[in-house]
């Protein structure tokens, strides 16, 4: 009964409220998404929900522009790039004449809750309307248009914000709408170039998006090993010609067939004046006489459909705001709804639009440091492991210490990134590094070799794993790992890969004891499409291994296009762990995930038939349930397809369909790309210092528990776990952490599913204050 009341409670929480959603500024993929998220959560509270179509010149025009919303409204566009409800910039709402129209249409439908999804211009165009609301109303009762009662009424008006832009622009969210989608569309653009590139020995000079922001350029450079970058925030020094064809004459001097330059359209020297990517290839083709292209990529980047990414942050971004617009009271200022780590967060909208301001402001005074400062630890952090890979040569005298690389468990996208970045940073650090092939296997066999620069050249798009892996455990070949040890004089062991390689490195460091040899200083690098290591959020492949199974879901929903009622039951990999059916079913807007950690019965079978049945009664064709490969030992695939095959004969008919491995193979994902680059960074720079401090009398000897430790991204910090530490969380047999952050996503997949469930436990995001401090946080790490 209680839970009845709390579910009546929340389920009634919108009544009597009327919101409305607008899409404003440019394009970016996922808004489509967000309008979806806030249509049906604003449903879902209770409210009535307007689509205003146009951006604010629908709002300004009103008439069919505005139209109420209804469950079905937002059907079947998840995957749809765009915005389906259009955007236009408006001049008449940035005058009060047209703001006076705006509110008169708003009032006509008794809407007092706007959800702006847009940049920092159309959100400050929002927040101005707010601020001028309750003159607006009296100008109206003036002018005879509404009556003082109306004018009472509907006193207030509350604003949130979704911040849409591809630039990643917008100070205060890790990442905004549309940004990952975009590198995607960037990334496609790299590897295809590559190749024809290769084939004819050519420099490349691609332009992409970012006026006055070059996150985009920063990242695709960083994940495509680019020769040399231009961003606004960070001019070249003068001279940077000569530097620059130096550079490249170096690069082709080595053995390369290619060299990639990228350039943000707003790049600029260190005089503000513009630098134009005709320029540099002029500068290229005169100088060294290289073959040299320019590809500008333009509205490309906002095409196409949105990456996984932007899919869940764009529904959790939504639903947030909804519940932003249910909680908000008079003296509730206007919000923009950002993501901190892993949890939505509400921030004073004005507040990060001054911080933002405050970066072109440094920008225009040439206070470049500061501008790079002031856009994020994590903007910061890539520039620097940019020019550190870019720029930096191998070291003219070798260190004392030697540092083996290995892959363990499946191959996983991202593996061959965080091997070159390991590499090449061992490198410059003077190190003597070694590479093994096979895994801890061939480890025991004395699979070893030194590696060097450009023995990992081309390394960084490429899926799989390049030094092979096994699934071998140490315990199985222990004597022969430690003769390895011994006869290479290992000191320093990086081990990338899956819950095998966090369960080798604990039984090596088990095995300390035993063998002296063993006292060396051990790293891992979660690496694996289930997401199940412990230590970390994210293991390198698990976005690559989403968006796979993504896009096949999507094409299979596609193919029913036009035909009768259809229910796919979609396996999935993942072990015992349900990451990636959870996130895929967000992504693709599932009807059901079933996973281990959240046992279910046939009473639960049987309710999510029977709404399915409902839901394929109504316009409705194509229904999608997602099943990880092993959440129930008895309720199997097969058992899902004969159970909604009979409880839906003639509703629909249904289909099964087993992913397997296509969700490990393809290219990585920009997010692998960069994520397994830093982190190898971070890894062996770690590990580096971790030597230094364990150096005695020219032998290495490491025993303590942090000299093995798993590095991972917690929330929104990188941080090193020791091995001996996670072993106390960990469930061994079913090879999870016994705490997983992403179990909070399943309430927002059962929500925008349309299920009848409490929102209790639903934790609405904070408001906070901020300052340039606390704005400067990791923005899409």
Known sequence: MALAGELEKLRTAGTGMAMAVLTSGGDAQGMNAAVRAVTRMGIYVGAKVFLIYEGYEGLVEGGENIKQAN???????????????????CKAFTTREGRLRAAYNLVQHGITNLCVIGGDGSLTGANIFRTEWGSLLEDLVKDGQITEHVAQKYCQLNIVGLVGSIDNDFCGTDMTIGTDSALHRIMEVIDAITTTAQSHQRTFVLEVMGRHCGYLALVS???????????????????????????????????????????????????????????VKDLVVQRLGFDTRVTVLGHVQRGGTPSAFDRVLSSKMGMEAVMALVEATPDTPACVVSLSGNQSVRLPLMECVQVTKDVQKAMDEKRFEEAIQLRGRSFENNWNIYKLLAHQKPAQQ???????????????????????????????KGHTVYV??????????????EVGWHDVAGWLGRGGSMLGTKRTLPKTCMEKIVETVRKFNIQSLLVIGGFEAYEGVLQLVEARGQYEELCIIMCVIPATISNNVPGTDFSLGSDTAVNAAMESCDRIKQSASGTKRRVFIVETMGGYCGYLSTVTGIAVGADAAYVYEEPFTIHDLKANVEHLTDKMKTDIQRGLVLRNEKCHEHYTTEFLYNLYSSEGKGIFDCRINVLGHLQQGGAPTPFDRNYSTKLGVKAVLWMSEKLQEVYRKGRIFANAGDTACVIGLRKKAVAFSPVTELKKVTDFEHRLPQEQWWLNLRLMLKMLANYQISLTEYISGKMEHVTRRTLSIEKGF
């Open 71 to 89: 469950w079905l409204s937002v059907s079947n566009i998840i995957q749809l790039g765009g915005t389906i409800i259009g955007s236009a910039r």
């Open 221 to 279: 450079a960083l994940a495509s090993g680019a020769d040399w970058l231009f961003i606004p925030e960070s001019p070249p020094e003068d001279g940077w010609e000569d530097l620059m064809c130096e550079r490249l004459g170096e690069t082709r001097s080595r053995g390369s067939r290619l060299n990639i330059i990228i350039i943000a359209e707003g790049a600029i020297d260190r005089n503000g004046k513009s630098i134009s990517s005709n320029y």
């Open 398 to 428: 070798k260190s004392p210490f030697t540092l083996a690389i290995l892959n363990v468990g499946a191959p996983a996208a991202g593996m061959n990134a965080a091997v070159r970045s390991a590499v090449r940073i061992g490198i410059c």
């Open 436 to 449: 093994v092939n096979d895994g801890f296997e061939g480890l025991a066999n004395g699979q070893i070799h």
